[in-house]
């Protein structure tokens, strides 16, 4: 639920679904890839640095 109120429902909220708010080719994307099996995972490894990844618009950036 906290993962669709972040992403889905703002883009209703936005009306900008046809844009954003799903993972969907032709829509924007900005992404973190997680080396985590579950998001379930997350607050057991807190202090670490799981992103493996990140995507602005689509197109992988260098983390700083």
Do not use: C
Request: overall charge negative; glycine content about 8%; aromatic content about 4%.
């Amino acid at each position: 639920q906290a993962i669709a109120a972040t992403t889905l429902h703002n883009a209703y909220a936005l009306e900008a679904t046809a844009e954003i708010g799903t993972v969907e080719i032709g829509k924007r994307a900005d992404l973190l890839i997680l080396d985590v099996s579950d998001y379930r995972d997350l607050l057991a490894g807190l202090g670490e640095d799981p992103v493996r990844l990140v995507l602005r618009n689509g197109v992988p950036i260098s983390r700083s």
